[in-house]
Structures are given as C-alpha cells and as structure tokens.
C-alpha cells in the first residue's frame, strides 16, 4: 500500500505492507540516487511489517525543496522520527544502506530507545579526521555543481565509479532499471543532498558507537574491499555488532545479491 504522508510540508511517499504476523517491524532506507523500490526485491520477504519511503528529496515525484536545511542530519532524523509517529510504530527494526545507512546510525544515536536492531549495508559513521571531512565537503560540492551543469552525464560517471563495478555484470535489465530510477531524480535535490547530507557534512559518529547498545549487524559485499575495512572497524566499536559478508557482491548487496541478502536476515 502506497500513501502520501505530509511531514513538515514534504509529502513523503511511503509504502507499508504487513507481510506476516510476526512481531516485527521494518523501516528500509534507501541511498543515494534512490528510492524505496530499491528494495521490491526483499521487500516481500521480511518478516513482520514493513515500511520503505523515498527519502527526502529523492523519487521520480519529489518536488524541488528550496529549504536546503531540510536535508541535514539533523532535520531527515527528526522527519523520521514523525513519520514513525504517524504510524504509531513506537520502535522498528532498521535497514538502511549507504547513505540510508548513515541516517539509520544518526537515527539510533538520537532516538535510541525507537530501535530494536539495526542493519547498516555498505555505510559509515562518517568521517573522523577534520582535514578529511573538509576535503570530502568541497569534493562534493564540486560534484553538486558538476551534476546541475549535466545530470545526464553525472549519472553516467556515477555508475562507471570503482565502487558499482560489480553491477556490471547485472542482467542488462537489472541496469537499466537502475538507470531509469537514477535519471527520474530531481537534479536539484540530488545536489543539495550532496551538499548537506553528504559523509562531510553529516556529524562524525565514530567516537559515538560505543552508545549504540542494542543487536547490530553491519552487512557488505565480498568484492567491497573499501567498506569491508570500514565494517571492521565500525564493528570493533559496537558493542553487540556482528559483520556479515555476502558472497559475490560489490556494494549495493541487496540489489546484487538479493537472495543470499534475504537468506542472512535469517541470522540477523
């Protein structure tokens, strides 16, 4: 079931469905360039029920949001936290990959007592040196820049980076709806995204993770070498985390691997 929720002036479109009885309940949060059907290929299979929305700013829908403080941390945080009320889900399991992953961890930091378990696919808490998170900062909005002047061709380079390799390989049909999804965003928030929700703007969450006390599992592909190294590390500081490394995927594991994805939730 699809339904427009009005958060703060921002129609978010969200889709719940209630696959079982199970006492679960899911929030998928989708990254970059996304939506919520990242996820068609899971979605049916989780247990419980479920709800995946189009992040701010993103989906073939989304309207152009002038008020680009709406995209920081800090703001998505507090729109989640609405839309969880809306639904009267008083605590959820999270999934959320890349950057759904970093608002998932800046969700369980502020509201700890709403997250049961939380699922961080191919993310980051950030980064923790000044210096760095500077360079990435400008570095994006170089890119910010870069996709306003062509959005087509920054599509283009997007999927050619090291980091999608392994899509490559993905049934022609498979890309192209990847491609249709990436090229339906809306340019301008593509850019603002980068700008305030990029990894050197959102706060550095690494001298946090020892406050996360609840079951968390940290999930990467097999050929992802760069956010392997990240979940170790990530992992070595969560108290209750565990890391799973799915066989033949890059980064975008339940895209790649949806069946073996589904099959670890099984131990999650």
Same mark, same amino acid.
């Given at each position: 079931?699809?339904?427009?929720?009005?958060?703060?002036?921002?129609?978010?479109?969200?889709?719940?469905?209630?696959?079982?009885?199970?006492?679960?309940?899911?929030?998928?949060?989708?990254?970059?360039?996304?939506?919520?059907?990242?996820?068609?290929?899971?979605?049916?299979?989780?247990?419980?029920?479920?709800?995946?929305?189009?992040?701010?700013?993103?989906?073939?829908?989304?309207?152009?949001?002038?008020?680009?403080?709406?995209?920081?941390?800090?703001?998505?945080?507090?729109?989640?936290?609405?839309?969880?009320?809306?639904?009267?889900?008083?605590?959820?399991?999270?999934?959320?990959?890349?950057?759904?992953?970093?608002?998932?961890?800046?969700? !369980? @930091?502020?509201?700890?007592?709403?997250? *049961? =378990?939380?699922?961080?696919?191919?993310?980051?808490?950030?980064? +923790?040196?000044? /210096?760095?998170?500077?360079?990435?900062?400008?570095?994006?909005?170089?890119?910010?820049?870069?996709?306003?002047?062509?959005?087509?061709?920054?599509?283009?380079?997007?999927?050619?980076?090291?980091?999608?390799?392994?899509?490559?390989?993905?049934?022609?049909?498979?890309?192209?709806?990847?491609?249709?999804?990436?090229?339906?965003?809306?340019?301008?928030?593509?850019?603002? !995204? @980068?700008?305030?929700?990029?990894?050197? *703007? =959102?706060?550095?969450?690494?001298?946090?993770?020892?406050?996360? +006390?609840?079951? /968390?599992?940290?999930?990467?592909?097999?050929?992802?070498?760069?956010?392997?190294?990240?979940?170790?590390?990530?992992?070595?500081?969560?108290?209750?985390?565990?890391?799973?490394?799915?066989?033949?995927?890059?980064?975008?594991?339940?895209?790649?691997?949806?069946?073996?994805?589904?099959?670890?939730?099984?131990?999650?």
């Amino acid at each position: 079931m699809n339904k427009i929720k009005i958060i703060r002036h921002y129609p978010y479109q969200i889709h719940y469905q209630k696959n079982s009885n199970v006492p679960k309940r899911w929030l998928l949060l989708h990254g970059f360039m996304g939506s919520w059907h990242d996820f068609d290929d899971i979605i049916t299979q989780l247990p419980g029920e479920v709800l995946a929305l189009n992040l701010l700013g993103f989906g073939n829908q989304a309207p152009t949001i002038d008020d680009c403080q709406r995209f920081t941390m800090s703001e998505q945080v507090k729109d989640l936290t609405m839309i969880l009320d809306k639904y009267q889900w008083s605590q959820v399991t999270i999934l959320g990959y890349s950057m759904g992953g970093r608002l998932a961890l800046g969700f !369980a @930091l502020t509201h700890p007592q709403r997250v *049961s =378990q939380l699922l961080l696919e191919s993310t980051t808490a950030g980064i +923790d040196s000044v /210096t760095a998170r500077q360079q990435r900062k400008q570095a994006d909005l170089t890119k910010a820049i870069s996709l306003l002047d062509n959005f087509e061709a920054f599509v283009l380079r997007w999927e050619k980076l090291p980091l999608f390799k392994t899509q490559q390989d993905m049934p022609l049909e498979s890309k192209q709806k990847m491609r249709r999804q990436r090229m339906a965003q809306n340019p301008k928030n593509v850019a603002q !995204a @980068l700008i305030y929700m990029g990894t050197g *703007s =959102q706060p550095n969450y690494w001298p946090y993770l020892d406050k996360v +006390d609840f079951p /968390t599992t940290i999930i990467v592909g097999e050929h992802d070498q760069k956010f392997n190294l990240i979940g170790d590390k990530m992992m070595a500081l969560i108290p209750q985390a565990k890391k799973i490394v799915i066989a033949g995927a890059g980064h975008n594991v339940h895209f790649e691997q949806p069946k073996a994805f589904i099959e670890a939730m099984q131990y999650v």
